[in-house]
Each structure stands twice: as C-alpha cells, then as structure tokens.
C-alpha cells in the first residue's frame, strides 16, 4: 500500500529526528583524562587509563551508553565510568591493542560515526585542580597553602608515571597506588633542588622517559601563602577588586626584521576570582631559568592568537567594574582619550600608533621615552584615579633572525641584550585550526642571563605549521598606584617583540 503524504512526511520527520539524536565524537576528542590534549598538541592516549571523550548527544547518566575501540576488526568495550550530554568519562582497558584504530559511542539507541585515535604503550597525564590539564595540581597543595622542600605532596595521575620532576629536579615518589576510581595517588617528596616558586612546573615520567603534561606546584619555604616573588611584574594581580594598566609597544612581523610597531594604551576594571586568575598561563610564571607547556583543544580553554594583553585581560573575571564612560592619556603635550573596547565590559583601549597595512598611521602620540599618566573621572564602582606609567624600554633580541623555524625535535634557544627589566619572558604560540589545537609554552629568565633555552621534550606541545613568537620585557611604574573602589592596582609599561615562525 502506497504511504500517504501525510504519512510520508511523518516517516520522514522521525528519521530526520533519529539521525538527529545521534550520538557526534568532536574532532580529536578522544584525549586522556588528566593532560586534556588533543593529538594535535602532543597528546596522546595509552592502553590503560582514563580517557575522556569529547562530543554531543551522550545523554545524561550511564544507562544505555557504550564506548568501543576497534583495531583491524577486534573490538575492546571500554568502561564507562560517567556520562554528561557533552562528555563521556571511559577506561581504556589493558588489553587494548597498540597502533591506529577507532572509537566509537553507543547512546540514545544509536552509534557515532568512527573517529581515529592512536593507542600507545606509554602516555602518562597528571590531573589539573582546573581539569583543563595546566594549572595548579589537583592536589592539597595550593599557592594558599605551599610546601617546604623535603615535604611530601600527593599527585593524581593516569597512566605509567613512574617519576616525577619538579622544577626540573627528580623529585622521590614515596609510595604509589590506585584508587577505586582507576586514578593513580602518588606521594612524591618536594627535593632539595627544586626551586621556590607559587608556579613550579612539575611532570611526571614513565619508565621510558616520556612527559606527561605540566602542572604546577606551589614551593616556599616560609610559612603562609605562596608570596609572589619582587620581580615578576604581575604580582599585585589578586583575588578581588581589580585596576589593570597597560601601556605596551609591540614590533612584529618575520624575525628576519623588525616589523611595523604597534603602540596601545589598555585599562580593564573588575573583580577577579582564583578561578580566573587561573585562565591566563601568563599569570603562572614558572621560576626564572625554567618552561611550562600548555596544550588545549581549539575551543576549550587557551585563546588562539591571543595578544600578550588579550592572554591577561582574559583573567580580568566576568564581573566588570564602572570606571566611567572613558579615560584619557597624557604625556605632558598630547592628551588623548581612551574609550571603551567594543564587546568588553569594564575594558578601555586605544591604538597610539600603529593601523592596517596600506594606511598611513596617524601617531598623535607615541611610546618613544617620557612618561605617561593614565587618568579616569570615575564611574559608579572606581573611583576618579591618576595613574603613572613610563614608556616601555626597548630591548634586542640577539638571535631574532636566525628563528625563522622551529624543530621539535630540538631545544629552542633565544638571547637577547639591553632589558632593564628584571624579568624576560618568551611566550610562544602556535594554533592549527585544522588539528583543532592551540599549544603554548610560556618561560621566564633574568634579563642579566641573557638568554634561555626550552626544551624539545616541551615543544611537542605545539601544533605544525605556523606560528608566532613573542619576547617580553615588562616593568612597573616605581610609584605607588592606588585607586579608589579598587583593592589592587597593576600598572605595566611592557615592550613586546613578536615573530612569525614555522613549526615542523
């Protein structure tokens, strides 16, 4: 009998739904349940472990939900342990066969299409307290509460760490077991050698030597919270009210030359929270001399092609603050004002210098020497304030040319001359929209040494392919800041130089 329209349209409004309700595996989503890396950002997932899978239409709850991995016709049930709509928490067995193969979900009555992943013998992760897989360990140490050199820390892992390193010195693993929940608990005992820090980078190691994911651990030897050290410039940057002033020069383009300048002028105004200070690797510094390495999927966590001020604002917090409807900058002969960043609440910025390619820039004013006042005449939670800031002091960076591309395989090695800071950091970035991964490593060294070095095990955390280099000298104003309505005052004068690299 020959359906009827209406009957028709009903059928096909029910497969419509169906396919609908599908269960989707996001695009390398399948990535190990403590480091949070997607392939494309040096992760990897080992036969063994906790892995997460990253999707749409998991249903909520375990009920009804499968999870299977296939290589070359055998088929491995993976061990549901939980279930959101978005996110699938699953053990990889042992018995899983190394090499290519595909995942696929069961959910609402119907499978994923396959997605690829690569099953290795050795890939261990140590969880983050974000869950983001950088940060703060998930740990009862915190840079509010800090531990002595020779104390023991716990650890929480997946996969074969057999050692660990914090700081770079090999740091005892006391005793190592596995909970219930298949998460491996290590008692790790904090060296001598490592070094005092609120941002310590710590990873674990299995017995080949490869490196889990770096988080970080907070090391001091007086007691009390974790005390910022005097010559990382974004010390005051605290939980509460908030009053962050930019003035930055930036001189991009190919290593090989010094580009177009770009000079800006940047005040953002809000409460901030432990949790948002925790969304910028920029306000955990690692120790000078040392590298921390931070690898994401495309959209879950670090911001791809984020400027250095985009990567702080970015921790600034949700909850804006009203300085009024604008500020003004002076340098004692020009006074420009400074209007509100379009989308961003509680942020004010203005180009100085700089514009489009083609255009001819207009420098009504510059960041060339002198000093500089930022002033507001205050709003209904920021009271008026004068804030002193000098121009940013120019630096060279020694070995710029000779960057042009980047070997994984090999230690990268930056110099440079003339910083006035006490600090300089090197923040290198790399984003592959295509392998849906955004990698950074951030390093902070003495501008007296003069250079510093990162090492090849921690470049694996950025995607091939294009990417961008920036040194970093930032100095504070030497005059107390204070605004009323606001507990903390940041005024940063930072010279950037950027550089377009390429990745293999």
Avoid at 71 to 92: C, F, M, N, T, Y
Wanted: with cysteine; charged share 15%.
């Amino acid at each position: 009998m020959a359906l009827s329209h209406l009957s028709r349209l009903t059928l096909g409004l029910s497969l419509t739904l169906s396919l609908c309700a599908l269960p989707v595996i996001r695009q390398d989503g399948v990535v190990n349940s403590a480091s949070q890396r997607p392939a494309g950002a040096g992760g990897a997932v080992q036969a063994g472990s906790l892995i997460v899978i990253h999707g749409a239409g998991f249903g909520q709850g375990t009920t009804g939900v499968e999870a299977c991995w296939t290589q070359a016709g055998k088929r491995v049930a993976l061990e549901v342990r939980s279930v959101s709509p978005d996110r699938i928490a699953a053990w990889l067995p042992e018995t899983a066969p190394i090499g290519e193969g595909q995942v696929t979900v069961k959910a609402g009555g119907g499978w994923s299409a396959p997605r690829p992943l690569r099953v290795v013998v050795e890939a261990p992760g140590l969880f983050s307290r974000s869950g983001r897989g950088w940060g703060p360990a998930d740990s009862e140490n915190t840079p509010d509460a800090p531990s002595r050199r020779g104390l023991v820390v716990r650890l929480l892992a997946t996969g074969k760490a057999a050692s660990v390193r914090i700081g770079g010195a090999d740091a005892p693993v006391v005793s190592r077991r596995m909970r219930p929940d298949r998460v491996i608990e290590l008692a790790v005992r904090i060296p001598a050698a490592a070094p005092e820090g609120c941002h310590v980078p710590t990873v674990a190691l299995s017995p080949s030597g490869v490196e889990s994911n770096s988080v970080t651990l907070a090391v001091q030897e007086t007691p009390g919270p974790c005390k910022k050290p005097g010559w990382d410039a974004l010390a005051g940057w605290r939980p509460g009210k908030l009053a962050v002033f930019v003035l930055s020069r930036t001189a991009s383009g190919k290593p090989a030359s010094l580009g177009p300048v770009e000079d800006h002028v940047t005040a953002g105004f809000a409460t901030a929270t432990p949790a948002s200070l925790e969304r910028s690797p920029l306000l955990m510094a690692p120790p000078p001399g040392s590298c921390a390495a931070y690898g994401s999927a495309w959209d879950s966590g670090l911001p791809a092609g984020a400027s250095f001020t985009g990567l702080l604002l970015d921790a600034l917090g949700e909850d804006a603050l009203d300085a009024g409807n604008e500020l003004q900058v002076n340098n004692g002969n020009v006074l420009m004002r400074i209007l509100h960043a379009t989308g961003s609440a509680g942020v004010y910025q203005r180009m100085l210098k700089g514009g489009q390619p083609g255009r001819a820039p207009v420098p009504l004013m510059t960041l060339d020497g002198g000093s500089f006042e930022i002033t507001g005449g205050g709003g209904r939670q920021v009271g008026a304030f004068r804030v002193g800031l000098p121009a940013p002091a120019r630096f060279d960076w020694s070995n710029r040319a000779a960057l042009t591309r980047i070997d994984k395989a090999r230690p990268l090695a930056v110099s440079w001359a003339g910083a006035v800071s006490r600090i300089v950091a090197m923040v290198l970035l790399s984003a592959s929209p295509e392998k849906q991964a955004v990698g950074l490593i951030h390093c902070t060294a003495l501008s007296s040494a003069g250079h510093l070095s990162v090492p090849a095990s921690l470049l694996a955390v950025l995607p091939s392919g294009k990417g961008e280099i920036r040194l970093i000298s930032a100095g504070q104003s030497s005059r107390p800041a204070s605004v009323p309505g606001v507990d903390h005052v940041v005024p940063l004068s930072v010279y950037i130089q950027a550089g377009e690299v390429q990745i293999r």
